[in-house]
């Protein structure tokens, strides 16, 4: 079974910057992609930033400019890092990873997988 794990959320200020992580694990894994969106209260999830393994990127327009995606390959590990937040960046920030796991049996299987969320509170 895969499953990420966030952290890196919390409370900032205007004007501050946070870094997000995402940890992907799961025997024989393989992590073709990964993208960061985020859920506002009362507002529909929306697509922040994504990358694949070969370094395509893509940002959304209301943080192009402000945000960096990365990847360790190495380690399963995505990064968002945030730059010039303000309080419209409050929201529960999800991870979402895509890729392959090769079972014991010598198949391997696509997986999409969500990280639980991590809190982003920006204060003015």
């Known amino acids: 079974q895969v499953q990420l794990v966030e952290s890196g959320g919390g409370l900032v200020q205007a004007g501050g910057s946070l870094r997000l992580s995402c940890v992907a694990s799961g025997s024989g894994i393989i992590v073709a992609a990964m993208a960061w969106y985020r859920q506002a209260p009362g507002k529909q999830r929306e697509l922040l930033a994504a990358?694949?393994?070969?370094?395509?990127?893509t940002y959304g327009d209301s943080v192009n400019g402000r945000v960096a995606i990365s990847m360790d390959n190495a380690k399963n590990t995505g990064y968002l890092q945030m730059n010039g937040l303000k309080p419209e960046d409050t929201a529960i920030y999800y991870c979402n990873a895509k890729g392959f796991q090769r079972e014991k049996t010598g198949w391997t299987s696509p997986f999409e997988v969500w990280g639980q969320g991590t809190q982003v509170t920006v204060s003015s």
């Open positions: 990358l694949t393994r070969d370094h395509s990127t």
